[in-house]
């Protein structure tokens, strides 16, 4: 069983940068993969990024290529994600994920078996 807790969210003026953090508490987070995601109010949950259990694979969506970051440091139990050039249609709510299998970079929301509960993101015109 793994605990995740978003923060770092808020708002930010287009052309901002944000860094969320997602702490995770439990068993043997490091051979967990994770995830970010993200919901716009109205829309469906979306793929963001992903990194396996010791960082050495990451996935991105076209939405993230070249703007974010996904990185994580295991001996403090975390996963970061880094964002630069924000642009107001990325407003929504950022959630981090957990998928028990270990080199996994999965862009499904179905693959992850852990969420939190998210942290808003705003970023004004």
């Known amino acids: 069983q793994v605990q995740l807790v978003e923060s770092g969210g808020g708002l930010v003026q287009a052309g901002g940068s944000l860094r969320l953090s997602c702490a995770a508490s439990g068993r043997a987070f490091s051979i967990y993969s994770m995830g970010w995601f993200r919901q716009a109010s109205g829309k469906e949950r979306e793929f963001v990024t992903a990194?396996?259990?010791?960082?050495?694979?990451?996935y991105y969506a076209d939405l993230a290529k070249g703007r974010f970051a996904i990185s994580r440091d295991n001996a403090k139990n975390m996963v970061y994600l880094q964002m630069n050039s924000l642009k107001p249609e990325d407003t929504a709510v950022y959630y981090c994920?957990?998928?028990?299998?270990?080199?996994?970079?999965?862009?499904?929301?179905?693959?992850?078996?852990?969420w939190g509960q998210g942290t808003q993101v705003t970023v004004s015109s």
């Open positions: 990194i396996n259990w010791n960082g050495d694979r990451t």
């Open positions: 994920a957990a998928d028990r299998r270990l080199s996994s970079v999965a862009s499904s929301a179905d693959e992850y078996d852990y």
